[in-house]
Structures are given as structure tokens and as C-alpha cells.
Nanobody, 117 residues
Framework: VQLQASGGGSVQARGSLKLSCAARGMITSVFWGSRMAWYRQPPGKQRELVAELTSDGNTNYQDAVKGRFTISKNNSRKSVYLQMNSLEPEDTAVYYC?????????WGQGTQVTVSS
């Protein structure tokens, strides 16, 4: 299985972007029901969890993005999304989608988001 992330770009502060992560390959129902998440890595910093969608359908967000970001998925399109509103310069980072099936991690290739003030 491969994850293909897209939707990044440059935007001014208070703007919006929607990231997409499409799963390609042999996608089982177990895989698609696994925990899904978006991480980001700001310049010069470590990768951090931004949002997750648990296997039982709950969502969790990093405090800094609560109320601004929304994680969701589309089962028919086998895609995971991150809607980002009211973007701030501090949101500038490379964003990665992630799916954990059992002990195995699947990562997308990363998509750059740049927010200017």
C-alpha cells in the first residue's frame, strides 16, 4: 500500500488549505479501519502529531490546531483529509499522512504548507 499526499501550497495568514492523502494498492477493510493521522515537521523541528482519527471513529487534535483543523476520511475514495482553516505562520511545515495497521506504519511522501504573514 502507498499513501499519496497532495494539497499543500503557499497561503497567506487566515487562509485555508485542504490536504488529501489517497491510499493506493491492496487496501483491506482492516487497513482502512486502522488509525489514521496527519503529522507535520516545521523547519528545524521534529515531526509532531497534528490530528488523528482513531479506529473507533474518534478524533484528537494538537492543542495548537483545535478548532481550526479537521481530519476526515472518504471510504469510497480511500482518502484521508485535513481541512485547515485560519492558518497561521506557525503552521508552516511539511505535512505527512500516516496510517498504522497493527505494528506497521505507512507514510505519505509529505506535502509542504507555507503560511505567510
Amino acid at each position: 500500500v502507498q499513501l499519496q499526499a497532495s494539497g499543500g501550497g503557499s497561503v497567506q495568514a487566515r487562509g485555508s488549505l485542504k490536504l488529501s492523502c489517497a491510499a493506493r494498492g491492496m487496501i483491506t477493510s482492516v487497513f482502512w479501519g486502522s488509525r489514521m493521522a496527519w503529522y507535520r515537521q516545521p523547519p528545524g523541528k521534529q515531526r509532531e502529531l497534528v490530528a488523528e482519527l482513531t479506529s473507533d471513529g474518534n478524533t484528537n487534535y494538537q492543542d495548537a490546531v483545535k478548532g481550526r483543523f479537521t481530519i476526515s476520511k472518504n471510504n469510497s475514495r480511500k482518502s484521508v483529509y485535513l481541512q485547515m482553516n485560519s492558518l497561521e505562520p506557525e503552521d508552516t511545515a511539511v505535512y505527512y499522512c500516516n496510517i498504522i495497521e497493527g505494528s506497521r506504519h505507512y507514510w505519505g511522501q509529505g506535502t509542504q504548507v507555507t503560511v505567510s504573514s
